[in-house]
């Protein structure tokens, strides 16, 4: 077991921050006019957001990528929730607060934060600046460039989500990891190892070493090996593959015990699996992601402790994005795929 207990969080030093200038009219972003494939990303010069009430606004330095960015692009995801074109895709930033909703906000002017947009209902982080509500941040991780810190919110808050307030991840309980080489399954298999649950992880061979360090005792390459092999009397499966590729949703119940649980991850490629699991003696749930600064803030102590790492497989310039995206949808990612944004 990695555990490590956490030390109790340091008092704020008193520093000083300097106040950032106040923020220009306008923007770069890269934005969308409708949907379709990565050529639809441009960029363009667009107004910067204001915040309202308890929203923040914050200079973006990174802005992390996700599966849900590319699929909205396509058409799918929340692409039916964008509220006007062109829209600014992106949830993941780290950066500096420009504009608090208050004096005594806890994160004042000046102060490094990392955390999740309210996209798709406001303009997302692919841009100099993005609005995020005051309770979705948390102070940066000290110990990580923004660009480190730009890969963890959205990735690692649905990994805990999943693994520690859904599976209640403890000693001795076996559980399955599907993709765990990936953006959610890196943190999934961190936080299950550091929980003290046996770790069975899915992954290309060339990912084996890695997903041992990170904490898997098992490790099958999904390429070569059917899993059912390798787990059986799995206490929790959690399926960040879906049915999409190689039926893994559907056939990870035969692996569970009696009783088990599965984590559905991603949406709509396997639209029964209630009904499958609950025929197959076994209990199933979705999951979505919650963008909790409290529970990012415990986070960002484990990340600066060095119990957990964030691993960043690639970097891309915000003029990028398409780029960006054609590398996430080619779907061997390992860890995370980040936009560098402006300089620190
Ligand atoms: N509901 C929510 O709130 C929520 C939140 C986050 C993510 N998601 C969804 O969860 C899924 C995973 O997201 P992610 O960001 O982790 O994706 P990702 O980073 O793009 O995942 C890439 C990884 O998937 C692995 N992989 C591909 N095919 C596989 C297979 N057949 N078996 C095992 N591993 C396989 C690859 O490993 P190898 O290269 O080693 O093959 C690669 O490392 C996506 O569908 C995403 O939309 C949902």
Avoid at 141 to 162: K, N, Q, Y
Avoid at 262 to 273: A, D, H, Q
Avoid at 306 to 328: K, M, P, T
């Amino acid at each position: 077991m990695r555990f490590r207990p956490l030390r109790p969080e340091p008092a704020p030093t008193g520093t000083v921050l300097t106040p950032p200038a106040a923020p220009p009219a306008r923007m770069r972003a890269q934005v969308l006019d409708a949907v379709g494939d990565t050529a639809v990303l441009r960029p363009a010069e667009v107004e910067v957001p204001a915040p309202a009430l308890s929203e923040v606004l914050v200079r973006v330095v990174a802005a992390g990528v996700n599966q849900i960015d590319a699929k909205t692009r396509t058409g799918a995801g929340v692409s039916g929730q964008i509220c006007h074109y062109p829209a600014t895709l992106g949830y993941d930033f780290s950066g500096v607060v420009v504009k608090a909703p208050f004096e005594a906000y806890p994160f004042p002017p000046g102060t490094e934060v990392f955390g999740m947009s309210a996209f798709p209902r406001s303009p997302g982080s692919y841009a100099e600046y993005v609005v995020a509500p005051a309770l979705s941040i948390a102070r940066k991780p000290a110990s990580l460039s923004h660009v480190e810190a730009a890969g963890v919110p959205l990735a690692a808050l649905t990994a805990w989500g999943i693994v520690v307030e859904t599976a209640l991840a403890h000693e001795g309980q076996r559980i399955l990891i599907h993709a765990g080489s990936g953006g959610v399954g890196h943190f999934a298999v961190q936080f299950a190892a550091y929980f003290g649950a046996h770790v069975i992880a899915t992954g290309s061979a060339r990912n084996a070493h890695w997903l041992r360090d990170l904490g898997a005792a098992v490790v099958v390459d999904h390429s070569t090996q059917r899993f059912e092999e390798v787990a059986t009397e799995v206490d929790v499966v959690i399926d960040l593959v879906g049915n999409d590729s190689a039926q893994t949703g559907t056939r990870s119940l035969a692996v569970l015990r009696p009783g088990g649980l599965l984590i559905e991850v991603p949406r709509g490629t396997w639209p029964g699996f209630t009904e499958d699991a609950a025929a197959a003696g076994v209990r199933a749930t979705g999951y979505t992601v919650i963008p909790d600064g409290g529970v990012l803030a415990t986070i960002a102590r484990l990340l600066d402790s060095g119990a957990v790492q964030v691993y960043i497989d690639r970097v891309f310039d915000l003029a990028d994005a398409a780029d960006a995206h054609a590398e996430l949808e080619r779907g061997h990612a390992r860890g995370k795929v980040v936009l560098r944004v402006s300089d620190d």
